[in-house]
């Protein structure tokens, strides 16, 4: 069984940049036929696609936020990050990791955490 | 906004059966598979149905999805309270390169 965690701070100022890690057990983020996404959802909202990286290193990320974000992996910790710079009020959300299949589908999904902006 | 859109809400009562809409166009929905998720309070997404219209393993086939043209539908019979929940669509949106979801609906279950 797959399982994703979600770690980093819970409190980031405006301006600086968020950092996320996500660790994965269970499976290995090496062994291919999966992307790795971040999503995030707005207090009371829906759900926002961020990106997602391959474990080649290859990403795509959201047009609407792809100048401030970075995906990262690191195949030897079987983990994959978020960095999202210059954050505002407005990047307040609890973030989420999740894989995601060839058929765009996000099967297996972390707890989630709250990131506030403030 | 929203790019799939759904109905902010639903309900009916235990039960009985209702269904969920996601409208989207011919970038999205009209060429790429459609995923819907479950999330209840305050927990994470809950994989429910895969390429339209798959079940994971695990997942009740009082569950079921279906899509025509730009549309998708996930239908759910008799109701439990403990389908309360909201419920989003997804897909692939080919002409913004980027994954789109519903804006999510309110089930309740009266």
């Known amino acids: 069984q797959v399982q994703l965690q979600e770690s980093g701070p819970g409190l980031v100022k405006p301006s600086q940049t968020l950092s996320l890690t996500c660790t994965v057990s269970g499976g290995s983020i090496s062994s291919g036929g999966f992307y790795w996404s971040w999503i995030r959802q707005h207090p009371g909202k829906g759900l926002e696609w961020i990106g997602y990286?391959?474990?080649?290193?290859?990403?795509y990320y959201n047009p609407s936020l792809k100048s401030r974000v970075t995906i990262s992996v690191d195949t030897s910790e079987n983990q994959f990050s978020l960095k999202l710079t210059s954050v505002t009020a407005a990047d307040t959300a609890v973030y989420y990791c999740?894989?995601?299949?060839?058929?765009?589908?996000?099967?297996?999904w972390g707890q989630g955490t709250l990131v506030t902006v403030s | 906004q929203s790019v799939l859109t759904q109905p902010p809400s639903v309900s009916a009562a235990p039960g009985q059966k209702v269904t969920i809409s996601c409208s989207g166009s011919?970038?999205?929905?009209?060429?790429?598979?459609v995923s819907w998720y479950q999330q209840l309070p305050g927990t994470a997404p809950k994989f429910l149905i895969y390429d339209n219209n798959k079940r994971p393993s695990g997942i009740p086939d009082r569950f079921s999805g279906s899509k025509s043209g730009t549309s998708a539908t996930l239908g759910i019979t008799g109701l439990q309270t403990g389908d309360e929940a909201d419920y989003y669509c997804g897909t692939w949106d080919s002409s913004l390169s980027s994954v789109v979801f519903g804006g999510g609906t309110k089930l309740t279950v009266l």
């Open positions: 011919s970038s999205n929905i009209g060429k790429n598979y």
């Open positions: 999740a894989r995601v299949t060839d058929d765009y589908y996000f099967d297996y």
């Open positions: 990286i391959y474990h080649s290193g290859s990403t």
